[in-house]
């Protein structure tokens, strides 16, 4: 194994396309980002275009060599991610025939209303089929496009998922990456793979003659990089490219998380947590456990919170104005005056209990009518308890949804962070002490792309799996075990969140109808 070889990655992410290169040890030696604009044409749509993607890519690949220093021939491998349940209708030509239909786009909802109906096998991945499903997922996006677009749909020879528009792109082969498929695709091969039926029952069973055959584990060799591509990219051709991701599964895999028992928690706006089963796990308040969506032969489970660091932001940009002025005014964080203001209060800050629910819920309840509550109020309370009850609102939600794992089956041993709030260790600590759970820290922090790196790492032969490529190229730079006595102050708090939603629900359903004028 050459130690001047390096790994090119490529991360889509909604807001813009970063590439960076690592070396074999998962050091990082350069980043580059290029941003492009999303496109609301109405209410819950969202599309973005793909023409932009592919510019965005040469710009960044640019810098990234122009700044890494090293010959374009010492790039040894490259893989990918980008976002999931992003659609792209494509011609026989593999030109785009729309733009692209983006993830957090919700205009399928009546289509993914008819999976409540279905008694099919896939329902299984919806919290063992007590959830209902999300317009935001694949099937529900074709069936809206074959009703409602049917030139676009009938034109359209190949209707993929960003990362395989990317793997097109890149090598002119057609696939469908494993991760894609088992968690936003139904795909399960545990249960002889496509779920047909399911598709039928929705309105797009004739689906199947528009996906690639090709189903492919990540870091699979998919092919080498064509010619056009690495002129356009400032690369050489014949460069290997291994099956690429989604962009949060690619964080996990960053984050080390490529074995049972272990989970990966990302933070930022929002929160995603997925870990790995050596067994099929189903149940009620969470999706999976899919069929080796991350690693083969293993399961992965989801949970995943919609408001996280976004009900923080709300909070100090409406709440805490003179707080940002003094932030201003001495160059510090806002943050941190924050936090030192919040940083004595007791667990359950003196009784206030806060549902971040300000945008919905994804887990335990999968239900996009929820809404934030605030309850527990005196005039005791000040600004920094509001703050501190967000913050532990998140940590509650996080362990909302392990209860919900746990009492299924799934025991988590240990959850590997990354994003915005592993800024605050204090915060991290928090999240330990609800749960109940040990937090270890990893040195790179864009475990996404990191992510990319390893995937093409394995692609390229240098490792033999995910699971070697992760003792190499992931350290683990901190572990914060959860204060026994903090944890067991924590649990009525924790119970008392848990209650709180369900005895509301119909009430704030009641409401939000009432504003939508329904």
Not at 143 to 163: G, I, M, R
Not at 264 to 287: C, E, N, R
Request: charged share 20%; proline share 5%; hydrophobic share 40%.
């Amino acid at each position: 194994m050459s130690s001047d070889a390096y790994l090119l990655g490529i991360d889509y992410g909604t807001e813009s396309c970063r590439v960076a290169i690592f070396d074999l040890a998962g050091r990082p030696v350069t980043f580059a980002a290029t941003p492009y604009a999303t496109k609301y044409p109405r209410s819950g749509w969202a599309e973005q275009s793909p023409a932009d993607w592919w510019e965005a890519l040469q710009a960044s690949s640019a810098r990234a060599l122009a700044n890494a220093g090293i010959p374009a021939s010492a790039i040894a491998g490259i893989s990918y991610d980008a976002t999931t349940m992003t659609v792209v209708p494509m011609d026989a030509k593999g030109q785009e025939l729309r733009d692209a239909i983006m993830w957090m786009d919700v205009r399928a909802t009546e289509q993914a209303a008819r999976a409540q109906s279905s008694d099919s096998v896939a329902r299984l991945y919806n919290g063992a089929g007590t959830a209902p499903a999300t317009a935001e997922w694949f099937p529900f996006k074709a069936a809206w496009l074959k009703e409602n677009e049917p030139e676009t749909y009938n034109k359209a020879v190949h209707l993929v998922d960003a990362p395989d528009w990317l793997t097109y792109k890149l090598t002119g082969e057609w696939t469908v990456n494993i991760n894609s498929a088992a968690h936003r695709m139904y795909y399960n091969r545990d249960h002889g793979g496509w779920p047909v039926d399911f598709y039928e029952h929705i309105g797009c069973g004739d689906v199947f003659s528009k996906v690639p055959e090709r189903v492919l584990d990540l870091g699979t060799p998919v092919g080498t990089l064509s010619v056009i591509a690495a002129q356009l990219l400032g690369l050489r051709p014949g460069i290997p490219v291994a099956q690429g991701a989604a962009d949060a599964w690619a964080g996990q895999i960053g984050l080390g998380v490529v074995s049972p028992g272990k989970m990966a928690m990302i933070t930022g706006s929002s929160q995603v947590l997925t870990g790995q089963s050596d067994k099929p796990i189903h149940g009620k308040g969470f999706f999976g456990a899919y069929t080796d969506g991350v690693v083969k032969g293993q399961y992965t489970v989801e949970g995943g919170q919609v408001s996280t660091g976004s009900v923080l932001k709300w909070f100090k940009d409406n709440f805490a104005r003179d707080l940002i002025q003094a932030a201003d005014r001495t160059g510090l964080n806002v943050y941190d005056l924050l936090n030192k203001a919040s940083k004595d209060l007791p667990p359950g800050s003196n009784g206030l209990i806060i549902n971040e629910y300000f945008q919905g819920n994804r887990t335990p309840y999968t239900d996009s009518k929820a809404r934030g509550i605030i309850w527990g109020l005196t005039l005791a309370h000040g600004p920094e308890h509001m703050y501190r009850a967000i913050q532990e609102s998140v940590a509650y939600g996080t362990a909302h949804i392990l209860r919900a794992m746990t009492s299924a089956g799934y025991e988590v041993s240990e959850m590997v962070a990354a994003g915005g709030a592993t800024k605050s260790r204090d915060w991290i600590q928090m999240h330990a002490d609800v749960t109940g759970v040990p937090i270890t820290l990893t040195e790179v922090g864009d475990a996404v792309v990191l992510g990319s790196c390893m995937m093409a790492a394995v692609g390229a032969g240098l490792y033999p799996d995910l699971q070697e490529a992760a003792k190499a190229m992931v350290h683990e730079i901190d572990r914060l075990e959860p204060d026994p006595e903090t944890h067991e102050a924590y649990k009525f708090y924790v119970d008392k969140y848990c209650d709180t939603y369900p005895q509301l629900q119909s009430m704030i359903h009641e409401m939000v109808d009432h504003e939508a004028g329904l």
